[in-house]
């Protein structure tokens, strides 16, 4: 049944899985409304540990969007960007295939999923977007785009580490213009808040598109209050979710097919609940994951608890209630 | 009609104007504690208290409100790992209401851990001229102090009392760790001028910092983590330890800052041991109490009406920030701050709340530090003998 005003679109993008204060919720809707079609991109990059739950955590929000927006009679073409050649830049030839191969096995699980769920979004690998006509005429028009605008290279040089701007601006800076390319073909994007340099690189070569959702950060699992105290950039921005060895902390991330229930136990055991929202909260994550995937299985509408009361064993055990079959 | 009320018809003020004015004071207040957060020496600590939320009640109430390298203090509390506080006092009387809330903090402080040295500084006492000559402060440290610190409830397997004056080995760690120091350092950090004494140079240049990294010497297991609590105007004296730590390859010591305990006379003046009338004293008896906090300063308008429709200002209240310091529970204090913001509770109930608080606290203290020996004094202080250096 439709809604007025989009108001589950609403309540759902205003929720504690995303970060609403990094986005304008009114003025996404309004595009929305106007709209009517939608093409929606989440993308990821992979490194050698594998895929993470939290990569599937943003599965499942890309899909419960996805049939929010069908709800409306709003035609949506959503899709998961497999980063593949981004995953393989930078790194030595070694790494690279076994980076290649890890994807591979990442694909086969993200399938099982895609199946299991009856996610609607299509995977689409990087390297095969790269062939396209459409791409590479894009490419070239924002390669002309960014010769020419100071803001676009001022911009790009943010999306990068201040020691990989000189490396950056010898290849003219050739991955964030392919970001630029491919997002620029999308009227959404969902991403962790780190991406959004690359949106508004993206929006000012559109001069709108995408529209950027931000997911709430991701965080390591294991650690007491003190590590984040110790580890601000931790506390502000997280970890990459989609990057299981992200700030070297594949040991405290749960990985598909390769974290013991044990383990996952311990991670949740030893992590810290936080007492106020604005803080890092993990286990918040796990319970979130796990009713996410709840509702997305069975078609239901997603119901959140705005407090975290219930204890350590009893989310636990609804995650592996969830997603026994991944763990061992 | 009372004082207030007729000093204000006498300045032709009204009661709008007098709580406009009082809350002038408490933004006054605010933006001195705010301007000492710079985010270079000194950083804010409410993100980390967020964290700490109910670790330690002075991080939770904002009485610690600035610090500087806190964050591996905070790993060995949340990971029951051993640190080390100093945190002192120059003696030359009777500790009073201040002082205690530190000492509460330590005591926190140590059940989260930490192992607690107290330097009494009879030295830093005669050469800021407050005492006559250092015997007189030696007496007040061994006969006053010590025993009201014992009767607090401080752990004696825990707690060390380092005597300045009466530990010759400070002598030898004073004269190694001075030899970092230049006098042009001291200058920008103190203001030596020429007409400091060379006791005061000697001090403020070798002296303190050397108890402040006494803790990490050899005979004390090495290097560890230190935290020291002070009030902002001791800040320097951190910076200089710090500094040396690093030349000498010890840890810096972390900092946290606390503000002073307001006077019961004047929100915007300190509680000061040696000007007797800005302080209440440990040692006070029930009527001086009583008498004192009659006369206190009050976050309230001076008519009645106006109180209860203008609320009052809890954070200028001598009264309500003596509760806010020592009282155990948070539940109480926000109540107090709340019914008395709002004006349900009445400036001179508050008064009446607190001589009682205050003189039931100070029973105890007293009547502990009475029956503790000097038996009890020995085996807390600090007599380590340093060969190391």
Request: proline share 4%; net charge positive; hydrophobic share 35%.
């Amino acid at each position: 049944m439709k809604s007025s005003n989009l108001t589950k679109i609403k309540e759902y993008l205003q929720s504690r899985l995303f970060k609403p204060s990094l986005f304008e919720v009114d003025g996404l809707l309004k595009h929305i409304q106007t709209k009517r079609e939608l093409r929606i991109l989440y993308g990821e990059t992979y490194d050698l540990f594998g895929l993470t739950i939290d990569s599937i955590k943003n599965y499942f929000l890309l899909e419960y969007l996805t049939r929010l927006l069908k709800e409306e009679d709003i035609s949506v073409e959503a899709v998961l960007l497999i980063g593949d050649v981004a995953s393989i830049r930078n790194i030595n030839v070694d790494d690279k295939n076994a980076v290649l191969k890890q994807i591979e096995r990442n694909l086969k699980i993200i399938n099982k999923i895609v199946n299991k769920y009856h996610l609607s979004f299509k995977v689409k690998k990087m390297s095969s977007i790269f062939k396209t006509q459409q791409f590479i005429t894009n490419f070239q028009k924002v390669q002309q785009f960014y010769e020419q605008s100071n803001v676009m290279k001022d911009l790009l040089e943010e999306t990068v580490l201040k020691n990989r701007v000189k490396q950056e601006l010898a290849v003219g800076f050739k991955y964030s213009l392919e970001e630029v390319a491919i997002i620029s073909n999308f009227d959404l994007k969902i991403g962790p808040p780190r991406e959004i340099k690359y949106d508004k690189a993206s929006q000012i070569f559109t001069g709108q598109k995408p529209l950027g959702i931000y997911v709430n950060p991701t965080y390591p699992l294991g650690f007491n209050y003190d590590y984040f105290i110790n580890h601000p950039e931790i506390d502000e921005f997280g970890v990459t979710p989609y990057k299981a060895g992200s700030n070297r902390l594949q040991a405290n991330r749960i990985i598909l097919g390769q974290t013991s229930r044990e383990q996952i136990k311990e991670l949740i055991t030893k992590s810290f609940i936080p007492k106020f929202e604005d803080l890092p909260n993990p286990i918040n994550d796990i319970y979130q994951i796990s009713v996410l995937s709840k509702a997305v299985r069975e078609g239901k509408t997603l119901s959140l608890r705005r407090d975290t009361v219930l204890s350590k064993d009893i989310i636990y055990n609804l995650f592996i209630d969830e997603f026994n079959e991944y763990f061992k | 009609m009372n004082l207030m009320s007729t000093l204000n018809k006498i300045n032709n003020i009204t009661i709008e104007e007098e709580h406009k004015n009082k809350l002038n004071i408490k933004n006054q207040i605010d933006e001195n504690n705010l301007s000492l957060v710079d985010g270079q020496s000194l950083k804010d600590i409410s993100r980390i208290a967020k964290y700490m939320n109910g670790v330690h009640e002075y991080i939770d109430r904002g009485i610690i409100y600035a610090h500087l390298d806190f964050e591996p203090i905070t790993t060995a509390i949340a990971n029951k790992q051993p640190f080390t506080i100093v945190s002192g006092k120059n003696p030359s009387s009777s500790l009073h209401l201040g002082h205690l809330a530190t000492f509460r903090m330590l005591l926190k402080f140590q059940e989260l851990g930490g192992e607690i040295v107290i330097p009494l500084t009879s030295d830093e006492s005669y050469i800021d001229g407050k005492v006559k000559n250092i015997k007189e402060a030696e007496n007040i440290a061994y006969k006053i102090i010590a025993p009201q610190i014992l009767a607090m409830g401080f752990d004696p397997q825990k707690t060390k009392i380092l005597f300045h004056t009466q530990y010759a080995d400070l002598y030898r760690i004073s004269s190694t760790f001075g030899q970092y120091i230049s006098i042009n350092q001291l200058s920008s950090a103190f203001g030596i001028n020429p007409s400091s004494t060379a006791s005061q140079v000697f001090y403020r240049g070798a002296v303190q910092l050397s108890t402040i990294l006494l803790p990490q010497l050899l005979e004390f297991g090495g290097n560890k983590n230190v935290l020291v609590p002070v009030s902002v105007d001791q800040h320097p004296y951190i910076l200089l330890a710090r500094d040396v730590a690093k030349k000498i390859g010890m840890i810096p010591p972390s900092e946290v800052v606390i503000p002073f305990l307001q006077s019961h006379k004047d929100p915007l003046i300190k509680m000061s041991s040696s000007k007797p009338d800005t302080c209440i004293y440990l040692t006070d008896t029930p009527d001086i109490v009583k008498n004192k906090l009659n006369k206190a300063y009050t976050g309230s308008v001076s008519t009645l009406d106006g109180h209860k429709r203008l609320g009052a200002i809890p954070e200028i209240d001598s009264c309500f920030q003596i509760i806010r310091y020592h009282h155990d529970s948070i539940d109480y204090i926000n109540q107090i701050y709340s019914d008395y913001k709002n004006g349900s509770l009445k400036s001179s109930d508050l008064k009446e709340i607190t001589i009682k608080f205050v003189n039931d606290m100070l029973k105890g203290i007293q009547e502990r530090a009475k029956n503790v020996s000097d038996k009890e004094i020995q085996e807390v202080t600090l007599k380590m003998k340093i060969n190391s250096i």
